[in-house]
């Protein structure tokens, strides 16, 4: 497991117009060169929940906000069967610039941009993270994350409650995974009952 926020490695204090502002100027990888807008992450920057994906998409890309194409509208109904919406969670990638052809972020590209979702991780303090795919899943939990045998199961990352579950283009190529999925949300929409008891 991967441990971002320990010794020398957390982020300093940090505001959000400062970290916008320089994450909005960042060429660090090839992908800030053909984007239309950052997507830098959306909702209660205060969130005890936050949701992590992997990269923009075409839409994300065009209108400068995560999870706004079909794979977005998916995860808001997500959000409403455990009675959430956008404006109690946090949401980010972790690439804010949107891969050719939607295609995985390359490894590179990850370690260049990772730095920005530490530093919003670090100034939302959510106390459950949640890793939507493999992708996410395998960045911050372990390297051979297999999110067919692992989605809603917990994991301790750096302190923080934190499960992977299908991503929702995921769930929209293959529809018959919806009904794990319907149990993850369940589960995890326990555990924040839990944390608030």
């Known amino acids: 497991m991967m441990d971002f926020f320990k010794d020398n490695a957390s982020p300093a204090p940090d505001s959000w117009e ?16 053909t984007r239309q ?9 205060g969130a005890d929940v936050m949701f992590i994906g992997e990269g923009p998409g075409e839409q994300e890309d065009l209108q400068g906000e995560p999870f706004v194409g079909p794979a977005g ?7 409403q069967i455990i009675d959430l919406d956008r404006t ?31 530093r919003q991780i ?3 303090e959510p106390k ?15 390297p051979d994350f297999r999110i067919s045998r692992e989605h809603g199961q917990w994991f301790d990352v ?5 499960m992977a579950i299908y991503h929702p283009s995921a769930l929209l190529r ?10 993850d949300l369940k589960t995890l929409r326990q555990e924040i009952d839990r944390l608030y008891d």
């Open 174 to 183: 293959d529809p018959s995974k919806r009904p794990e999925t319907f149990v």
């Open 158 to 162: 750096s302190g923080r409650r934190a």
């Open 37 to 45: 807008n950052l997507v830098f992450g959306v909702g209660d920057r």
């Open 88 to 118: 109690q969670v946090y949401i980010a990638n972790i690439v804010k610039c949107r891969p050719p052809r939607n295609r995985d972020p390359l490894p590179d590209e990850q370690a260049a941009c990772i730095g920005w979702l530490e």
């Open 128 to 142: 459950i993270l949640v890793f939507l795919g493999r992708i996410a899943a395998q960045v911050f939990i372990k």
């Open 73 to 79: 509208k998916l995860l808001d109904t997500m959000l």
């Open 122 to 124: 670090a100034l939302v």
């Open 18 to 33: 400062r970290l916008e502002r320089d994450c909005a100027g960042c060429m660090n990888c090839a992908l800030g060169r």
